[in-house]
């Protein structure tokens, strides 16, 4: 029997939120953060884990940055006018159409969008982890306090290489070399 606390494949999807054109430019380490998406969202496709992105207000803060956009061409992000993802409904609907338990997120900005989401997720019943070196804020105390506002109200705060051995968890694993040389790529925030 595994702890709860520890990520597996089996119901998680990757939630990437409101990583916007218009909003980039002031984040703290924001190469680091991007760097980090890229390879979680490099991870998923290698492992065939879903992502969701979500945009707050495009027409204002503009789309996906495109180092990101460019990696899920395909993938319509979901938009909003609220802060919390679950402003749209959208959102809940494809979490069920996709049988999912547990939200691994990712994204900026950590006090305003990304802590709301997490903790309508959490009151909703969803599992939350929150990777620590994939989100970040335009203040560094703003991003540190978000991340202790969400651990205190129950998610697991987790890093990119954290969870890519989590949910492998185990080194027979036919794609362990190529998530270990993934892993490697990690930045610190």
């Known amino acids: 029997m595994r702890h709860p606390d520890i990520l597996s494949r089996e119901g998680s999807v990757l939630l990437i939120a ?9 984040i703290y380490k924001k190469e680091a953060m991007i760097n980090n998406i890229k390879t979680l969202v490099s991870f998923a496709g290698m492992i065939g884990l879903p992502v969701v992105l979500t945009e707050l207000a495009p027409a204002k803060f503009g789309g996906t940055i495109e180092e990101i956009r460019k990696l899920v061409p395909r993938l319509e992000p979901i ?7 679950f402003g749209n409904e959208d959102l809940t609907l494809r979490f069920e159409a996709m049988n999912t338990t547990t939200l691994i997120v990712a994204g900026m900005e950590a006090h305003i969008s990304i802590c709301q989401t997490v903790l309508d997720a959490i009151t909703r019943g969803f599992k939350v982890h929150v990777i620590l070196n994939a989100t970040s804020a335009r203040k560094k105390v703003n991003w540190k306090a978000a991340i202790e506002k969400m651990r205190a109200a129950g998610a697991v705060i987790t890093t990119m290489e954290m969870l890519m051995h989590e949910i492998v968890g185990r080194v027979d694993d036919p794609q362990y070399d190529k998530i270990v040389e993934l892993s490697r790529r990690e930045y610190d925030l």
């Open 79 to 85: 938009k909003r006018s609220r802060y919390s993802a």
């Open 18 to 26: 409101d990583v916007q054109k218009k909003c980039i430019k002031p």
